[in-house]
């Protein structure tokens, strides 16, 4: 229990997309397809996206592929090559993708799902077989792409992948001198940044970047969103020197244009401050929280609501400076801020702000300061949500974890128990979310001698966390972790232990990196038992290691 639980996306333009900001999160560059010159009317209507009005039942009626077929041969006989000198005899195809992506969000959100479902499938059935009869041009891509974006409104991932697929192949053998390319490259970026499958996305994004600065220019606002997209590609993918340089870029480009106090800076300099600080650069990363105040500041006054998020961000780079007095004043003012919008912030951001308060409080000695804050948002979970939401749980836990801290075993027992009671209520057993509660209770009855017990609930939860995660995740050498402490105490065969440490180790390397933290310390831990069990000529490898290691870390302050 090192740690409390923390509690807890489109239009067509013809000029640069307002970039519009909250609490630092990176706007998704969604349906931005940019028509610059003045557009004429073509002859030929495009059809791609055929469909019947609805009957009073709403019943769908799909577009047939004899008339897709039909009006693509219209269209090809036609326009012959406009797409490629003259944007305007797009300007069809974009009204029918931009009435689909509308009727589809319109469906999800009054709860028709099976509708969007029936009609986005309606759409790919009839564009694939155009595709499959040799149409591989940028109105199928483009079509391709809306209904990616739309099954990703929708969380079917796997659905999305196929198409990404089948779309990649498509853009790929296109010339990057056509219309449309730039903008679907930046959405399929943004997806496959969903997707976790960053190097697609550090792609997607390079060369919708190259296209862009080639028609506008290296310094034109107009290559931010493929900028910022690459940046944070960059940095998901572990190249965070770049993904710096790429962020400061966009700031000197934006100061430019812009003006040094324009709200468009804040997006890249919460981006970059988040970077900072995960790069340990907290004084840097202070900077460019306090430049995001400013600006909200001299916008809105001091004390709009986006202050008072922004003050968070200050607040978490000031703790990691070692800061820690001065944070828990500006989360404070942060709270006393945003009391007056309380309505208005999303509930785990008002939860976070006071769990993280009450981090620092704790690590400060401050723990009756500290417990008062956790038990607040019991009390304003349960007055909400009631007792049987898994918002109730999680407070239940992160209250439990105080009680732990300051070694009150028994009272942490009770309410670990009582949130595992109410998890097991109100889901299947074999849940991932039983298996935090679950978790945190074994360790409390490691810590009360009640092994036999703990080794239960351990063993319990790295087999749910297995069957939901996957064996080589995270949350499961998180168990690992608790089980072999439980292990270790129960006496159990070092050849046991060492090899769920190796195991933790490999999960370690591959979610964290191989030079990472987190390894050198597991790392301690393999070479500790590989001496205990004599294994001296397979521990001198990990040892070189480890001695990298410690050198590449002796510098860093723990804070």
Not at 226 to 251: F, N
Not at 385 to 402: C, E, I, W
Request: hydrophobic share 40%; aromatic share 8%; net charge negative.
């Amino acid at each position: 229990m090192a740690s409390f639980l923390c509690p807890g996306n489109s239009s067509y333009t013809t000029k640069f997309s307002r970039i519009h900001t909250y609490f630092g999160q990176l706007q998704k560059a969604v349906l931005s397809f940019y028509s610059i010159r003045p557009r004429k009317r073509c002859n030929v209507k495009l059809s791609f996206l055929l469909r019947t009005t609805y009957a009073a039942s709403d019943v769908l009626t799909h577009v047939t592929s004899d008339v897709l077929n039909e009006a693509t041969s219209e269209w090809s006989r036609n326009t012959g090559n406009c797409l490629k000198s003259d944007l305007s005899c797009i300007n069809d195809l974009e009204e029918q993708l931009h009435d689909l992506f509308n009727e589809v969000n319109v469906m999800i959100k009054s709860g028709k799902r099976n509708d969007a479902v029936d009609l986005l499938q309606a759409n790919y059935e009839a564009i694939k077989e155009q595709i499959d009869c040799g149409f591989r041009g940028i109105e199928e891509a483009a079509v391709l792409d809306i209904i990616a974006l739309g099954y990703m409104a929708l969380g079917d991932l796997n659905t999305v992948g196929s198409i990404l697929h089948l779309l990649n192949g498509i853009v790929e053998d296109l010339n990057n001198d056509g219309p449309l390319l730039d903008s679907i490259l930046m959405h399929m970026g943004s997806v496959y940044d969903k997707l976790g499958k960053f190097e697609m996305s550090l792609s997607s994004y390079r060369r919708a970047l190259a296209i862009t600065e080639r028609r506008y220019g290296e310094t034109n606002s107009f290559i931010i969103v493929p900028l910022l997209g690459m940046a944070k590609a960059l940095g998901s993918v572990g190249r965070a020197r770049k993904a710096i340089e790429t962020y400061y870029r966009a700031i000197s480009i934006l100061e430019s244009s812009q003006g040094t106090e324009s709200e468009e800076l804040v997006v890249p300099l919460f981006a970059l401050g988040n970077l900072l600080l995960e790069e340990r650069r907290a004084a840097d990363a202070e900077t460019a929280f306090q430049r995001v105040i400013s600006i909200y500041k001299n916008l809105y006054g001091e004390n709009d609501i986006k202050v008072g998020l922004a003050l968070c961000s200050l607040a978490s780079a000031k703790c990691r400076k070692g800061n820690l007095d001065e944070a828990i004043d500006i989360y404070r003012k942060a709270l006393q801020v945003l009391k007056d919008y309380e309505h208005t912030v999303d509930d785990k951001v008002m939860d976070k702000i006071r769990t993280d308060m009450a981090e620092l409080l704790h690590l400060l000695g401050r723990e009756d300061e500290g417990r008062s804050l956790l038990e607040e948002c019991l009390l304003i979970a349960e007055e909400y949500k009631g007792k049987d939401h898994p918002t109730y749980v999680t407070h239940l836990v992160n209250l439990a974890t105080s009680y732990y801290r300051s070694k009150n075993y028994v009272e942490a027992e009770k309410l670990l128990r009582i949130s595992l009671q109410i998890m097991l209520k109100a889901l299947p057993p074999d849940d991932q979310a039983v298996s935090f509660p679950m978790l945190h209770l074994a360790i409390t009855l490691y810590n009360l001698n009640q092994v036999e017990e703990a080794e239960k609930y351990a063993l319990e939860a790295l087999h749910i966390r297995e069957k939901a995660f996957g064996k080589d995740s995270l949350p499961v050498g998180e168990a690992l972790d608790c089980l072999v402490s439980i292990q270790k105490k129960q006496e159990k065969d070092d050849d046991k232990l060492l090899e769920h440490l190796k195991r933790i180790l490999r999960i370690q390397e591959k979610a964290f990196g191989s030079d990472s933290e987190q390894v050198m310390e597991m790392l301690k831990k393999v070479v500790h038992y590989m001496t205990r069990l004599g294994l001296k000529h397979e521990k001198l490898p990990l040892e070189r290691r480890l001695t990298h290691l410690r050198e590449k870390f002796k510098l860093a302050v723990k804070y």
